[in-house]
């Protein structure tokens, strides 16, 4: 089945593009679904929000919504701006992707969690030591990166030779699942920075 992993939000606390389109797909109210966006921008830890469809059989059969690099809890970590952050991409990364695998996607499309941007190098490093780890520990997935956000030049060089970086053994992660108006969601704690930025 296919999972979609999405920022939540975009560039100057705005609801990502497509919100409404995710809405009708999902069969959610359209104002319910931003409020919830909207609650995952600004809350003091990343948040992610998982919705299901209803038919198991559809092969796009569930999304989630995840902090993006805008949002208040990145910021908390995220400084100096304009560095990426490990542990917040590798944590968040990991959560959103075996939250998804333990729901039965095994086909999941990730997206640049600096929504509208291409994906940077170090970020995607994180992805990748993620996805090694959800391998490795919960499930056999495939991840597939949304068209037009990445060079293919820099994923296949970082794909080639990902034995040259410093792909981590997965830490223990601390999320706290709650509903939000209905919603499934998980809170992620980040409590200190046990990597540096890249």
Same mark, same amino acid.
């Not at 409404?20 to 990343?46: G, K, M, Q, W």
């Given at each position: ?70 949002? !208040? /809890? ?10 990426? #952050?490990?542990?917040? =991409?590798?944590?968040?990364? $990991? ?65 080639? !030779? /990902? ?10 992660? #601390?999320?706290?699942? =709650?509903?939000?108006?209905? $919603? ?15």
């Amino acid at each position: 089945m296919i999972g979609y992993a999405h920022a939540a939000g975009e560039f100057g606390g705005r609801p990502r593009v497509g919100i409404d389109a995710f809405a009708e797909r999902y069969s959610v109210p359209v104002d319910l679904l931003i409020r919830a966006t909207n609650f995952i921008e600004t809350a003091e830890h990343p948040e992610i929000l998982l919705i299901q469809r209803p038919y198991q059989e559809t092969k796009a059969s569930a999304i989630a919504l995840f902090s993006s690099v805008w949002s !208040h /809890a990145y910021g908390k970590v995220g400084m100096p701006f304009g560095q990426v #952050h490990r542990d917040y =991409h590798y944590i968040v990364q $990991f959560a959103t992707i075996s939250i998804l695998a333990e729901v039965g996607c095994d086909q999941i499309r990730v997206e640049n969690p600096m929504s509208g941007y291409v994906w940077r190098k170090e970020a995607y490093i994180c992805l990748v030591e993620a996805l090694e780890n959800v391998r490795k520990h919960i499930a056999k997935v495939v991840v597939h990166l949304e068209k037009e956000t990445y060079d293919p030049r820099l994923i296949k060089d970082i794909d080639d !030779h /990902a034995d040259q970086y410093d792909l981590q053994e997965h830490r223990a992660i #601390h999320i706290v699942p =709650h509903l939000f108006e209905g $919603f499934n969601m998980c809170t992620v704690y980040i409590n200190k920075p046990s990597m540096p930025h890249l």
